[in-house]
T-cell receptor
Framework: DAGVTQSPTHLIKTRGQQVTLRCSPK?????VSWYQQALGQGPQFIFQ???????QRGNFPDRFSGHQFPNYSSELNVNALLLGDSALYLC???????????FGEGSRLTVL | AQKVTQAQTEISVVEKEDVTLDCVYE???????LFWYKQPPSGELVFLIR??????QNEISGRYSWNFQKSTSSFNFTITASQVVDSAVYFC?????????????FGKGTKLSVKP
């Protein structure tokens, strides 16, 4: 039973570029949440998707957007990258909004 | 506002020592959930425990135990007879939305190093 898978695992971008990160939820899960974890900090909630709609959103600018597909997989898009966007981006899936979260290993983004 | 404070940034112990990781939280919600996660070097967060605000019973799971004290807004985590494999960053987290684990407020984490 595959857990939460994320791609790519590492990537390097330059300021102003755009990036797309992908997440496949654990089998049977229908809800995906995204977190940003800066070095030495705890994860910060970006947003949550359920039934292909954004259900909750944290305190992140509109440069951060997402999408959930009919197969429950999800993408996180970040436009106009800033140096401060360098972080580990974690995806977590659950069965419905109230389910226990299972995390992937993350995508480490470096912005130069 | 909701907040989680883990005052211990790093802890280093020798194998077989007991160690307690502190967690203090702030919330105005009457119903809330508290969590502990473990983050090994590989990066994924591993769920350890969830406790709701109405259940103040301490819990023990093998070498792990948790002490929830509502009066002091604390949810501390103790590892008994620590092992090298316990080395990781441990996060305490809070969810104020009833039943929802999607939006968690995390502390900054405590890095535990267990030396042989």
């Amino acid at each position: 039973d595959a857990g939460v898978t994320q791609s790519p695992t590492h990537l390097i971008k330059t300021r102003g570029q755009q990036v797309t990160l992908r997440c496949s939820p654990k089998s049977g899960h229908d809800t995906v949440s995204w977190y940003q974890q800066a070095l030495g900090q705890g994860p910060q909630f970006i947003f949550q998707y359920y039934e292909e709609e954004e259900r909750q959103r944290g305190n992140f600018p509109d440069r951060f957007s997402g999408h959930q597909f009919p197969n429950y997989s999800s993408e996180l898009n970040v436009n106009a990258l800033l140096l401060g966007d360098s972080a580990l981006y974690l995806c977590a899936s659950s069965l419905e909004v109230v389910g226990e979260l299972f995390f992937g290993e993350g995508s480490r983004l470096t912005v130069l | 506002a909701q907040k989680v404070t883990q005052a211990q940034t790093e802890i280093s112990v020798v194998e077989k020592e007991d160690v307690t990781l502190d967690c203090v939280y702030e919330t105005r919600d009457t119903t809330y959930y508290l969590f502990w996660y473990k983050q090994p070097p590989s990066g994924e967060l591993v769920f350890l425990i969830r406790r709701n605000s109405f259940d103040e019973q301490n819990e023990i799971s093998g070498r792990y135990s948790w002490n929830f004290q509502k009066s002091t807004s604390s949810f501390n985590f103790t590892i008994t007879a620590s092992q090298v494999v316990d080395s990781a960053v441990y996060f305490c987290a809070l969810s104020g939305r009833r039943g929802s684990q999607g939006n968690l407020i995390f502390g900054k984490g405590t890095k535990l190093s267990v030396k042989p």
